[in-house]
């Protein structure tokens, strides 16, 4: 089996790829083109649908977390969590997955963002997030705040302290 076929084991479910010409065809092309993004360019072809790629991104950037170790900060404040990686999706490939591993074959359309993180028990973990969210973390993105500058009480604020994404050295 290659490396290929192992990592995007879940393409298979989703469609009936030919693996030894996909990675003929893949590995023919630029070295500079990671896997997902030539599916999303043969989606672009028409030779491909689109929810197979957003398949192939969200299993490459799982891969990726799930090689972190999350290293907890130090100094007092809130940090944005260092393992976050945020996935913006037109379907819902988490769903998608979940079904696909009992039997179930469905494609959903949904569009969300996705976040994909290590949490403080350093698990790798998936949750749909808001742009109210991004908001709020994009205050987070220029080094930590203390909570004078945040709203620990709000529990918008608490759910994402709860989840990992913001991590709390101030009161651990």
């Keep these: 089996m290659h490396s290929l076929e192992q990592m995007y084991s ?5 469609s009936d790829l030919n693996w030894s010409e996909v990675i003929k065809e893949y590995e023919s092309l630029s070295p500079d083109l990671t896997f997902p993004e ?5 989606c672009l072809e028409g030779d491909c649908p689109p929810y197979l790629y957003e398949l192939a991104f969200y299993e490459m950037a799982r891969s990726h977390v799930e090689s972190l170790k999350l290293e907890l900060p130090q100094k007092p404040g809130l ?14 490939v988490k769903k998608m997955l979940e079904e696909a591993s009992q039997g179930q074959i469905h494609v959903y359309e949904k569009s969300h963002i996705l ?3 290590r949490n403080k028990k350093n698990q790798v973990h998936a949750t749909e997030i808001t742009h109210k969210d ?17 709203d620990l009480k709000a529990d918008h604020d608490q759910k994402l302290i709860d989840l990992g994404i913001i991590i709390n050295s101030i009161n651990p």
Excluded: H, R
């Excluded at 030539?38 to 043969?42: F, G, I, N």
């Excluded at 940090?79 to 819902?92: A, E, G, I, K, T």
């Excluded at 991004?134 to 945040?150: I, M, V």
């Design 38 to 42: 030539y599916l999303q360019q043969k």
């Design 134 to 150: 991004l908001e709020l973390l994009q205050k987070l993105e220029n080094g930590p705040l203390f909570d004078c500058d945040f």
């Design 79 to 92: 940090y944005l969590n260092p393992s976050l990686v945020f996935l913006n999706f037109d379907f819902d």
């Design 115 to 117: 976040c994909l993180f």
């Design 10 to 14: 879940c393409l298979t479910l989703f």
